[in-house]
């Protein structure tokens, strides 16, 4: 038992359940389904104002707001960690406004909101993740007008992102985008995953849980349903790698998790852990270790 | 659940209730259906006691009132339901109900095969503007000669349905050649229901070999 873990409660009183008008989730709830049914497409949504700025993940808010109910457990991890500012606040705000049970752990949760991480535990069937998407769409710097980047979704002319790719290698000799790295959702709609890094992409493909991505400022809404293909974009003779430092977590031991690399004291002395901080806190407590948060 | 209900020729000449917690009950009924049309063909009962107007099967009337209201024109099969459906859908979602099918954002639809083509399919700039059928069905079983594959389904899911006229298979891979524009159908039978995005491939098993 942590502080992430607070059983369902009393809802706070003077707000509609999960804060939102009923109006309001039924318009996201009919834009979640034709998400789901046309994997990879950004759907326009009227995107309300929340109680925190743009960019403090409203759009992962309101689809989660729009989901959640009663017999749900809420998991939220801001870049893989369950207490940090960003994942605190969200998880107090739908224990207070939904009452909900939440919950650290992966396995345990029904909803997972994330900025920016997919946990390192595998997603089950049932489960649904909902990332907080900053800028949804992925030919945005190639092509700065929003009328021109839909009329390439229409046609699925990617040339340009495959151009920015091309350009990275010439440069680089490698591709060196190290996260937001573009996906194919099931060979058509070109995707940002969000700023999930390129060590997480794989987890997308043909996950078991179902993917929800929500912009707020930037009003659009996503989905990848389970079981779908999900490629990172690569060249025959450039495929598509993760690169890792040859490093084990400091803390854990673990070899496979995506590393964090953490100032530990005054001296400047740099340490490496897992980003996820439930998965590298279950690996320590596994070993018997009295447990760090990374 | 108890539910008080003003039948035809009632005195108290009340309509049939809705949900019993509007909120409550909206929010279990579309995580059903969320998870329906992320795994298509997947059988599903709505949690909710309901007493629908006649015409609507219970499910149905459920998926009304939680997707349904003014932004959503809803169109209604004529030989489907009749005056006091749509006085119901009229109180309790207040959607337009249209004229037009090709205006409707939801329709229900009734019969052995819905013509897709008369309902809008959205367009390449707009895929999502596209309608979502409620087709009623008498028989709905995750066991038949029908095969389903694509996003949602893991390796292939069977389904049955009844009544089902040959030209259905035809129309849906008409409608599946659209994409990303087309339909997504929601199958409802009684208090359950399966989804068919547009996404769904169907076909008829040859045999009953290995599945």
């Known amino acids: 038992m942590t502080a992430m873990d607070r059983a369902a409660g009393p809802r706070r009183p003077g707000?509609?359940?999960?804060?939102?008008?009923?109006?309001?989730?039924?318009?996201i709830r009919r834009k979640l389904l034709k998400a789901v049914a046309i994997p990879g497409h950004q759907v326009p949504f009227s995107s309300r104002e929340m109680p925190m700025p743009p960019g403090w993940g409203t759009g992962g808010i309101q689809v989660t707001a729009?989901?959640?109910?009663?017999?749900?457990?809420?998991?939220v991890i801001d870049q893989g960690s369950d207490d940090t500012t960003n994942a605190v606040s969200i998880r107090r705000f739908f224990a207070e406004t939904a009452g909900v049970e939440t919950t650290s752990s992966t396995r345990r949760a029904s909803i997972i909101q994330t900025r920016h991480r997919v946990p390192e535990t595998p997603l089950s069937e049932g489960q649904i993740l909902v990332f907080q998407v900053p800028l949804p769409e992925p030919l945005r710097f190639l092509e700065p007008r929003e009328s021109e980047t839909r009329k390439l979704h229409a046609l699925a002319e990617y040339g340009s992102a495959y151009v920015s790719l091309y350009e990275q290698v010439a440069r680089h000799g490698r591709i060196a985008q190290s996260y937001d790295y573009p996906v194919m959702v099931g060979a058509r709609y070109l995707m940002r995953p969000s700023p999930i890094p390129s060590f997480d992409n794989p987890k997308l493909d043909r996950s078991p849980a179902l993917l929800l991505f929500g912009a707020g400022r930037e009003r659009r809404l996503y989905a990848v349903p389970p079981y779908t293909s999900v490629e990172s974009l690569s060249f025959e003779d450039r495929p598509f790698r993760i690169e890792l430092p040859?490093?084990?977590?400091?803390?854990?031991?673990?070899?496979?998790?995506?590393l964090d690399e953490?100032?530990?004291?005054?001296?400047?002395?740099?340490?490496?852990?897992?980003?996820?901080?439930?998965?590298?806190?279950?690996?320590?407590?596994?070993?018997?270790?009295?447990?760090?948060?990374? | 659940m108890s539910v008080q209900t003003a039948r035809?020729?009632?005195?108290?000449?009340?309509?049939?209730?809705?949900?019993?917690?509007?909120?409550?009950?909206?929010?279990?009924?579309?995580?059903?259906?969320?998870?329906a049309m992320a795994h298509p063909g997947r059988i599903a009962e709505l949690p909710v006691a309901i007493e629908p107007p006649p015409g609507l099967m219970a499910a149905s009337a459920a998926l009304c009132l939680t997707l349904l209201d003014a932004e959503t024109p809803f169109w209604l099969d004529p030989a489907a339901a009749g005056?006091?459906?749509?006085?119901?859908?009229?109180?309790?979602?207040?959607?337009?109900?249209?004229?037009?099918?090709?205006?409707?954002?939801?329709?229900?639809?009734a019969g052995t095969a819905p013509d897709l083509t008369r309902f809008a399919e959205g367009d390449d700039l707009a895929p999502e503007a596209s309608a979502t059928l409620i087709w009623q069905v008498e028989r709905l079983e995750e066991s038949g000669p029908l095969v389903l594959t694509g996003p949602g389904i893991e390796r292939k899911r069977a389904l049955g349905l009844a009544p089902l006229a040959e030209g259905f298979l035809e129309a849906w891979a008409a409608n599946g050649a659209l994409f990303p524009c087309g339909l997504d159908l929601v199958l409802v039978c009684g208090g359950r229901l399966a989804a068919l995005p547009r996404t769904t491939r169907i076909a008829r098993r040859e045999t009953d070999g290995e599945d």
């Open chain 1, 15 to 27: 707000y509609n359940y999960a804060f939102l008008d009923e109006a309001t989730k039924r318009e």
């Open chain 1, 66 to 75: 729009s989901l959640i109910g009663p017999s749900d457990v809420l998991k």
């Open chain 1, 246 to 258: 040859p490093r084990r977590c400091d803390l854990c031991g673990a070899t496979d998790s995506f």
């Open chain 1, 262 to 294: 953490i100032v530990a004291d005054d001296a400047g002395t740099r340490i490496f852990a897992c980003s996820d901080s439930e998965y590298c806190g279950e690996r320590q407590r596994a070993q018997g270790l009295s447990v760090v948060a990374p």
């Open chain 2, 8 to 35: 035809p020729g009632d005195p108290s000449g009340l309509l049939r209730p809705g949900f019993a917690e509007p909120t409550l009950d909206a929010q279990r009924c579309f995580r059903i259906l969320l998870d």
């Open chain 2, 83 to 109: 005056a006091e459906a749509a006085a119901w859908l009229r109180f309790h979602c207040g959607c337009p109900l249209a004229a037009d099918s090709r205006q409707a954002a939801f329709a229900l639809v």
